[in-house]
């Protein structure tokens, strides 16, 4: 299958209307109109098509922004069709848009995520290297689409330093399960016989700290809406307190024997600056 995957632009506006269906599929709702995507291409953004067969099963689009006083690309969607998710689609589309950023001229690509959802938590930390000291608060508003329906709009706002030393250590070594770090967990996942929830946070002043969330976020058991909302309050209450206190999320380990996720966050961390790893 991976052979047979190709990344390429997407340049032909019927082609971008193609991105409507497939977010319809991967959302549920919530569509961003392929006119504004056909914008973005047309002023300088980078808009890319995943390709199986010459079948499109998936894209990415982004559009230059400014963050932190500097010019870089923000990423806006990234969606694979469900039938095609985790082959390394994904992971492809976002090496692509890398490699692009790299060449006209950006250090940095920015972009949300959910930090309740471990599969992009996995993807964005553990396998693309991203970094986080941004928590946004209901950042969209109510949201209407089948994956975020009755809960907070929370966000990462995650930097990727496509050019530092951190990024190149990260794609020449994997942690997942073998993370050798030493750290205390502040937030821990509990369960009972009414489902997977959140402990209280802890309060301490170790170097590295842990935050643990669910495998999957849809299913925690017991009334699932009311511990989704739960985890969502109890996160952010979480990633405020410790991104104020100086910390940056760092990794995030899953496993097999694990049935969590793990984020890591460090105290004053710089991916700049080898000595503060
Ligand atoms: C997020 C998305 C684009 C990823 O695309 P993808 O092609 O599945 O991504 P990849 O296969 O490169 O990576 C997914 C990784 O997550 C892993 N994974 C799957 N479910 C997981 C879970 N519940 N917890 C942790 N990791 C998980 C996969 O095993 C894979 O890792 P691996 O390569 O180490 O095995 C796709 O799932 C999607 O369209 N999701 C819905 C929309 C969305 O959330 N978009 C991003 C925000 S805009």
Redesign the pocket.
């Known amino acids: 299958m991976e052979e047979n995957i190709e990344i390429r632009d997407v340049k032909d506006p019927n082609e971008i209307k193609r991105f409507e269906d497939i977010q319809y599929r991967?959302?549920g709702g919530g569509v961003v109109p392929s006119h504004l995507i056909t914008a973005v291409k047309e002023v300088g953004g980078v808009v890319k098509g995943?390709y199986y067969n010459d079948k499109l099963i998936?894209f990415?689009y982004g559009f230059i922004g400014r963050y932190k006083g500097r010019y870089c690309i923000y990423?806006?969607?990234?969606?694979?069709?469900?039938q095609?998710?985790?082959?390394?689609?994904?992971?492809?589309?976002?090496n692509e848009q890398m490699r692009w950023g790299i060449e006209n001229g950006y250090d940095l690509i920015i972009?949300?995520?959910?930090p309740a959802?471990?599969?992009?938590?996995?993807?964005n930390i553990?396998?693309l290297g991203v970094i986080t000291d941004t928590y946004l608060i209901d950042h969209y508003g109510e949201m209407e689409d089948e994956?975020n329906r009755g809960v907070p709009s929370d966000r990462f706002m995650v930097e990727w330093w496509i050019k530092s030393r951190w990024i190149k250590d990260r794609m020449r070594y994997?942690y997942?399960r073998d993370l050798d770090i030493k750290y205390e967990t502040v937030l821990s996942l509990e369960r009972s016989s009414n489902g997977i929830y959140p402990s209280n946070v802890k309060d301490v002043n170790d170097n590295y700290i842990s935050i643990e969330i669910p495998?999957?976020f849809d299913d925690l058991g017991g009334d699932t809406l009311k511990l989704k909302k739960m985890w969502k309050l109890r996160l952010r209450e979480a990633f405020i307190k410790y991104f104020t206190k100086g910390y940056t999320v760092i990794y995030f380990v899953?496993g097999h024997n694990i049935d969590k996720?793990i984020y890591i966050l460090k105290k004053g961390f710089d991916p700049h600056d080898r000595t503060t790893w």
């Open positions: 991967v959302w995943a998936g990415v990423s806006h969607q990234l969606a694979v069709l469900p095609y998710q985790n082959m390394g689609v994904g992971e492809k589309l976002k972009w949300t995520f959910d959802r471990a599969k992009n938590a996995w993807l553990g396998k994956l994997r997942d495998l999957d899953r996720g």
